[in-house]
């Protein structure tokens, strides 16, 4: 996977990137980072990509000739165009399904943007997916940009070091994770629930499927219509 990054502040990017599990899936060369500075592609020796808003308002719009003359610059480096996600919360929110799609892809364009945002023509013409992470306004699409490699990156065979662990986690049959414990057995007089100390694989197994349900009914309860049930957990529901 080779991601592409277009923004005011690659070292942000590259920073974020370069450290912990996405950092050695850089190192192994199961992804790639391009984190590519737009104020390169301006055009004027004062490196200018902001202006005012036709129309009046307030702050500065970036402006469409960097924009595009960075992305023209990734198309050609790779021979063809590739999807180019725009982070706005205008866009429509990441969930683990999209990460799933997007991890199909040879190449991935970020545009983040930044002030007031993006004059509206250059988006029409490259962005083929508006995505936004929540609810909420964030000064630039760095950190988003960034939430979306880290989901994508874990997807990726080799990634991660136990390849089971992507399965059995929250969101698989969209359910939330199970409780986990490590040594010691008691800590400050709590115990660590005797069925995990007791060796019957069977039964631990279905102690943490119970947990699961138990917790998503409590944490997520919006989560239970779409969770993928067996007759056994339904059972266990009605009990
Ligand atoms: Cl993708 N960008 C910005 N600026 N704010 C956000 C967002 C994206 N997603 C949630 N808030």
């Not at 942000?12 to 790639?32: C, E, H, P, Q, W």
């Not at 706005?88 to 983040?112: H, I, R, W, Y």
């Not at 490699?149 to 997807?155: A, E």
Request: hydrophobic share 35%; charged share 25%.
């Amino acid at each position: 996977m080779n991601y592409h990054v277009l923004t005011l502040f690659p070292e942000m990017i590259t920073n974020g990137v370069n450290t912990s599990i996405t950092g050695r899936a850089i190192d192994k060369k199961l992804i790639n980072l391009n984190a590519i500075n737009i104020r390169d592609f301006s055009g004027n020796k004062h490196g200018q990509v902001d202006d005012y808003p036709y129309g009046g308002g307030a702050g500065m719009l970036m402006q469409p000739g960097p924009v595009y003359r960075s992305y023209e610059s990734v198309v050609e480096k790779i021979g063809y165009k590739p999807r180019v996600i725009y982070l706005t919360p205008q866009g429509e929110t990441f969930n683990q399904s999209m990460a799933e799609d997007f991890a199909k892809e040879k190449d991935l364009v970020f545009l983040c943007g930044h002030y007031e945002g993006i004059d509206e023509r250059v988006l029409e013409m490259i962005v083929t997916d508006n995505v936004s992470i929540g609810d909420y306004v964030l000064t630039g699409g760095e950190l988003p940009a960034m939430v979306m490699i880290d989901t994508i990156s874990r997807l990726i065979p080799g990634v991660l070091n136990n390849n089971v662990s992507a399965e059995f986690e929250s969101f698989n049959d969209n359910l939330l994770e199970y409780p986990q414990y490590t040594r010691p057995d008691t800590f400050m007089d709590k115990k660590v629930p005797p069925i995990l100390l007791s060796g019957d694989h069977a039964k631990v197994d279905k102690w943490r499927r119970e947990q699961s349900i138990i917790r998503t009914i409590k944490r997520r309860p919006d989560l239970m219509e779409k969770a993928n049930l067996t007759k056994e957990d339904i059972k266990f529901i009605e009990k």
